[in-house]
Nanobody, 120 residues
Framework: QVQLVESGGGSVQPGGSLRLSCVTS????????IGWFRQAPGKEREGVSC????????NYARFVRGRFAISRDNGKKSVYLQMNGLQPEDTAVYHC?????????????WGHGTQVTVSL
């Protein structure tokens, strides 16, 4: 079955950096777009970034553009999210997610998530 397992979350101070990783299995990784969404307590899920199957196209939400960078390694069936300049409003559980329309914020499969906390 499809599995996505995230890692790399943690607690950092404002301005800090984290690199999230997501290892996948159970589907043809190099034929699917994949990305990240986040959900903070009491808030709706929001798309953060996605990358096309080939890796040639990356999309970013306005609130992370210029700070976050998404990448993928098709050989390792993995996707990454480098997060720089983290701010308290970035605190959330970050989920790796995929599906044919993942870059339209329509996901069919996602992982359990990894917690990112930004505070003094």
């Amino acid at each position: 079955q499809v599995q996505l397992v995230e890692s790399g979350g943690g607690s950092v101070q404002p301005g800090g950096s984290l690199r999230l990783s997501c290892v996948t299995s159970g589907f043809t990784f190099d034929s699917m777009p994949i990305g990240w969404f986040r959900q903070a307590p009491g808030k709706e899920r929001e798309g953060v970034s996605c990358i096309s199957a080939s890796g040639m196209t990356q999309n970013y939400a306005r609130f992370v553009r210029g700070r976050f960078a998404i990448s993928r390694d098709n050989g390792k069936k993995s996707v990454y999210l480098q997060m720089n300049g983290l701010q308290p409003e970035d605190t959330a559980v970050y989920h790796c997610a995929t599906g044919p329309d993942a870059c339209r914020d329509e996901w069919t499969h996602w992982g359990h998530g990894t917690q990112v906390t930004v505070s003094l």
